[in-house]
């Protein structure tokens, strides 16, 4: 076979075992203990499923495998595309836990269809592992390796979910989450490198995975506890691992927030890059494992002003629940069943996968085989077709200055309004590119690190508070030299920076107490050395608030503010679980985060109105690029 610059999905199958069970049936199934009933009903209530399926009988037994549900959705999309098992070369399989150990979940999978020898690959991860296997089977297709292939997701975790594994005190919010939220279930597509000569296919035009795990600690997992490296195969054996819930999965509920802020980060990042633009998508399809998460998707897309119209997203959660790697080609399969799509649509995939935080993105376009874009152009990097509502003629992001609202960081992104105009829009792209950056630089200083980890010591929190005070000192006093050298012009400027510095006076009085509360005394804490980044800091804010109008240090304030917003009330949270501390141990923290959101709006209403012209907006840009330099090096010097 010679290379296809193309490939498209071109049958589409699905599996779901047993008839759909409503929330008394899948308690009659997996048995609940009175214990957990009150979370089952909180779980129930949040992520929206009316029903569901299970490979378990009415008592609790497994009546499938795994690999027999995966086996199933692929003879479907076979079926659907009129092709024999013996036309495909390729299968790629995704799931979540396989039935075995050994071998891969693909070979079992093959070894249960039959058929001939082929080329088999097992993508391993959670809910991203399908869209792991697609991006792989579709290279393998465009470089002419094979006529046909097949990919499947599939997920039997209903079995591990039974009443047996959650006695004694391993009843957590965390794993009843998942137990009252995961289902079971198989979807499979055939691609090709041509579409199929009768009625429509799915042109996969690009595909975007992206891994945080270099930078991000462990979300869900089953096998062990990650922070301390404990794995279930290092007990005496496996009894031993299974009383210590070691097995069981578990996910860290309340760090799914930082997930959704990192897939709008990725989800920015094409639109800057051209790959698509929020108007020229007819339909979305995107795995949240519950309706609860729905509502905060779409608050980050409206607040970063890159919300795709509501009524073009398609889920069917409330009827199949959340079937993991499965998930998304379970979607695919009934939204191409129901007639949803026409030629010329596209379509988003988003796959957002909380086991070590991956992200999983693909445009697909409906064409006939008719359709001029399937004949050979290369797909993918135009974003329309000529239609009546293209976006052809629309300007294309440039990948370096034009990216809508990239504040992904912070839980309130400062975005450009309509009718804001080009400059404040410039501003604001600028800004995002430095905050990015500054996220990253904070996130690999080794205190960060180990607060991420869950590895942060008392120790560690005590020098944390020593080396933040001076610069928490010094923040009233140029916030009040600054508000001296605005003009009546900047009468604004000035008041809020007046309103501020009062705010800013009483956040060192809670750090000190603070540091006291945690074993430390007032002498040593005002006695310390001073911090090399804080003292490069001071001087160089100082420095900037000296001057006539010196709405340059908006930037300043931009970075500062969302540091609390986006990243302080976070480390508060987990300093207090890792060392067991109280609320009033951590006063200062907790306060930080809290009101920088509200600072940080603050901010962005300023910003819009107090930005005089290009160069000003410069200005600001460029000191928002040197504080934040400057504070990262502050978070360093912690360790030195």
Known sequence: MTASPNVYLTGFGAYLPGEPLDAEQIAQRLGAGARGAGLRARVLAANGIR?????????????MLNEELAAAAVQEALKDRDLPLESVSMLAAGTTQGDLLVPGFASMVHGRLGGPPMEVLSAGGVCASSMTALAAAARAVRLGEHPAAVVVGSELVSRSLRQSRYEG?????????????????????VLEPRPRPDGLSLRLDWTHLVSYAGERPVCMSAGGEPVVGRSWLDGPDLAAAEQAGLIRLRQDVKALPALFRLGLREYMGLVRAGRFTPAGIEHVLCHYSAEHFRGEIFGLLREADLMIDEERWFTNLHTRGNTGAASIFVMLEEAWRSGRFSPGDRILLIVPESGRYSLAFAQLTCVTADDADATGTEAGHANSAARPDSTADRKVPSPTTEQPGLLAGTPSPLVAQDGDGELVRWTVLELARVWESFERQVRATPLVRRIDTGTATLDDYRRLLVHLRQQVVEGGRWISRAASNFSVEMFALRSAAIKHAAEEHRDYQLLERDFCAVGGSIEEIRGARKNIGSEALSAYVFHQASQPDPVDLLGAMFVIEGLGAGLVLGWARALREQLGLREDQVSFLGYHGEADDAHFAELAHLLRDAVPDRAAAARVVRTAEVVARLYAMQLAEVDA
């Open 169 to 189: 005190d391993r009843t957590t919010f965390d794993a009843e989450f998942l137990r009252w939220t995961l289902s079971d279930g198989a979807g499979a597509a």
């Open 51 to 63: 029903t569901r399926h299970y490979a378990l009988d009415e008592l609790g037994a497994v009546t």
